[in-house]
């Protein structure tokens, strides 16, 4: 599993929310919110300002790790400007 996906993973976890109610809350189905705890895909931009938001931290805290390699390969991979 991949760091982002496990951030994703505690975060839905830590408001008790199904992979269906935590898909909903961000117009996607159960099968992107598996996807992503997985670490097989990865959200989109929009999906991860909103995640953020649920949070209530910044995109930037969101993709950041002990390894700013990771971080930056995902900004990279994804065209996202924080």
Known sequence: MDIIG?????IRK???LTQE???NLLGVNKRTVISWGKGESFPHKDRL???AILEEIS???LLC????SN???HINLFH???
């Open 71 to 73: 971080m930056l390969q």
């Open 21 to 23: 109610q935590f898909g």
């Open 6 to 10: 496990e951030k994703i993973r505690k």
């Open 49 to 51: 300002k909103q995640i």
């Open 14 to 16: 830590s408001r008790k």
């Open 80 to 82: 996202f400007h924080i």
């Open 59 to 61: 995109v930037r805290e």
């Open 65 to 68: 790790q002990n390894s700013p």
